[in-house]
């Protein structure tokens, strides 16, 4: 277990004085610094999710007492699956996705700047939530890294399929692209994406 044991897997600003941090193999940590600068870190998943393996956290911009916590590292570790608490990770709801079926490992999860609307993407395909991540729809299948949200158009996004390229839908997933236009075509794994939030229309892509 050690040499996951160092690894950050997603960190979340909420502000400058408060952090959420999902470690590779210690589970979801909250960090906060008070009005003396004294910082105080917490354990938020260490009670009652069954697994301290760590894919991604958001929590919702409309309530940041709302978190949800995808566990489990593609290629490394599977998870338990999707976890939502609605008290500041006092307690925890195990969210099933697929049928019943969660993910086995997280990638990338991200809110858009429509209330309740949030994506998520990991080993086992792409999800969509309307109601801040208590039921989900499979929008995409495959195994997907890298992920790309633009906060205003919540029915648009990027994903990276692992070994296959970039897609992208205007249309909440109905249907998708596969870029191409200067993008590799062979001989890559591990897609990872990300933009600017003041600036979301540019995109770096790490292959």
Not at 170 to 176: A, D, E, V
């Amino acid at each position: 277990n050690f040499i996951c044991s160092g690894r950050i897997r997603d960190v979340e600003i909420l502000d400058d004085n408060h952090l959420r941090v999902a470690t590779a193999s210690g589970g979801l940590w909250e960090m906060r610094k008070d009005e003396s600068g004294k910082v105080s870190y917490k354990n938020l998943s260490d009670d009652e999710v069954t697994s301290s393996w760590s894919g991604t956290v958001a929590s919702d911009p409309f309530d940041t007492d709302i978190i949800l916590y995808g566990t489990g590292e593609p290629a490394l570790r599977v998870g338990a699956g999707l976890w939502r608490s609605k008290d500041c990770g006092e307690s925890w709801n195990h969210i099933p996705l697929d049928g019943g079926i969660g993910l086995s490992a997280f990638d990338e999860m991200e809110f858009t700047a429509i209330q309740g609307k949030v994506w998520t993407s990991g080993s086992d395909g792409v999800f969509f939530s309307e109601d801040s991540g208590l039921t989900w729809d499979k929008k995409k299948s495959g195994n997907h890294p890298g992920m790309v949200v633009f906060p205003n158009q919540p029915d648009t996004i990027l994903v990276a399929e692992y070994d296959r390229g970039i897609y992208r839908t205007y249309n909440g997933g109905l249907s998708w692209q596969l870029l191409s236009n200067g993008l590799p075509t062979e001989n890559f794994n591990r897609i990872e994406l990300a933009n600017c939030k003041s600036q979301p229309n540019i995109i770096y892509a790490l292959y």
